[in-house]
């Protein structure tokens, strides 16, 4: 059994990191020349405090566009002038969804509020399991029926930042061709670039070169659907205790909400939560952490390589990954990972905490040829470490039609500063 936790875990860290020493405002409505787009700009609150939603899904219907809120609940949507005569659904776990029209967004500075899903769902008929494992392993043993069975190149947004305190001294940011196999296969996913940017302040790393490997994989690695055995074994649940939490609702879609938590704690061990839909039984969402306690085995996962003289480790490590659905098909539509670590120096009378975020959102796909896909000669490879290359940050058209996640405040100023720097050299 160790054994086997020691791999999967292995399999599932999102994020390994190299440590070692070096020496070295926009419009909300904007239809942009000679472009074959028209952006949209707004914000997502709680209508009931004013508290803004991250990772609110917006997607335009009929299509296969789509974008999340930021962590201050701010979105861009960019989508075709050919599909202006659309709706857009803005969706949200436990709270109503909204189906708006694309001229809603027109206005300028749209401010959108959801409802919370107020209604007692302890009561209501669809939710007839009573045992927690049996419909886990329900909802594994559906994954053929639920979630996509051919081949699918997606387009996705990928941003890597790491913090030191509060403050940015890393960003990366990546538009992403993700070929991603059917739910069925046994084949790995692969990641295309198509372009990114990346920039260090190295100044406030302390002294230390921090690289995160893997890149966009990182997020994408969470799909725990598309590779159920990283951290289920559907033939034998026994190393997991499951309960009922309070039910919630995903626009229309009742879900139930189960608790999990691995039993065998020698090594890290995960624990968190599922939301499985009450019809189909499908995932639709996974939060959950792994517990860091044993310092050394969590050292040995995350951490690389490291300068003599210091002691480096996790104390926090949380994921979350949502499924998107269409035309009765689900797959994967947003990872979030977080690391937060310590860095302790020798000599040092107080120590640095860093924390890596790293997310990928899937912004358009389509079903491709299989053999198409395998012939692609641009993947990336899995250990790859993000290239400084700041030009990127210089040009305010630089994602041109492709669709990001709109960078919070914190990331906007360092942006702005990092255009700053670029103009008066």
């Not at 401010?111 to 302890?122: D, R």
């Not at 924390?355 to 959102?361: G, P, Q, R, T, W």
Request: neutral net charge; proline residues 3%.
């Amino acid at each position: 059994m160790k054994n086997r936790c020691l791999f999967t875990l292995k399999n599932l860290v999102a994020l390994l990191l190299i440590i070692s020493f070096n020496s070295e405002g926009s419009a909300m409505f904007q239809q942009i020349p000679g472009t074959s787009f028209t952006e949209y700009k707004g914000k997502v609150v709680n209508s009931r405090n004013q508290e803004p939603l991250s990772a609110v899904y917006l997607a335009v219907e009929n299509s296969n566009i789509s974008t999340v809120t930021n962590s201050d609940g701010e979105f861009s949507l960019k989508v075709p002038k050919q599909n202006e005569d659309v709706n857009v659904l803005v969706s949200h776990l436990g709270f109503r969804s909204q189906r708006l029209p694309l001229s809603f967004f027109a206005r300028g500075n749209v401010v959108i509020e959801l409802q919370e899903s107020l209604e007692e769902l302890e009561e209501v008929a669809i939710l007839t399991y009573t045992d927690p494992v049996a419909l886990v392993k329900n909802m594994l043993e559906n994954r053929g029926s639920n979630y996509f069975t051919e081949p699918t190149t997606m387009t996705g947004f990928y941003r890597e930042a790491i913090k030191r305190g509060r403050k940015n001294v890393s960003l990366s940011e990546a538009v992403v061709k993700i070929h991603k196999e059917s739910y069925t296969s046994n084949a790995d996913d692969r990641i295309s670039l198509v372009k990114a940017r990346k920039t260090a302040d190295y100044d406030r790393l302390d002294t230390l070169a921090l690289k995160l490997r893997g890149g966009p994989y990182n997020p994408l690695s969470i799909d725990i659907m598309k590779n159920p055995t990283y951290i289920f074994n559907q033939q034998d649940l026994s190393n997991f205790r499951f309960s009922f939490d309070n039910p919630t609702r995903n626009g229309e879609r009742y879900l139930y909400v189960v608790n999990f938590e691995e039993l065998e704690r020698d090594l890290p061990w995960y624990y968190g939560k599922l939301y499985i839909d009450a019809e189909s039984f499908t995932l639709v969402k996974a939060s959950f952490n792994l517990n860091v306690d044993n310092r050394k085995a969590a050292t040995d996962l995350f951490v690389k390589k490291k300068p003599g003289g210091t002691k480096v480790y996790p104390i926090e490590v949380n994921y979350d990954i949502s499924y998107r659905e269409r035309d009765g098909r689900w797959y994967f539509g947003h990872g979030h990972t977080e690391l937060e670590f310590v860095v302790n120096w020798k000599r040092r009378l107080f120590n640095s905490r860093y924390k890596v975020d790293s997310e990928l959102a899937v912004t358009n796909w389509q079903t491709v040829n299989e053999e198409i896909s395998r012939r692609d000669e641009n993947f990336i490879n899995r250990r790859i470490i993000m290239n400084d290359d700041v030009s990127g940050f210089a040009d305010l058209s630089f994602w041109g039609e492709n669709n990001i996640i709109e960078p919070d405040e914190s990331i906007e100023s360092a942006i702005d500063k990092i255009r700053n720097k670029l103009e008066n050299n």
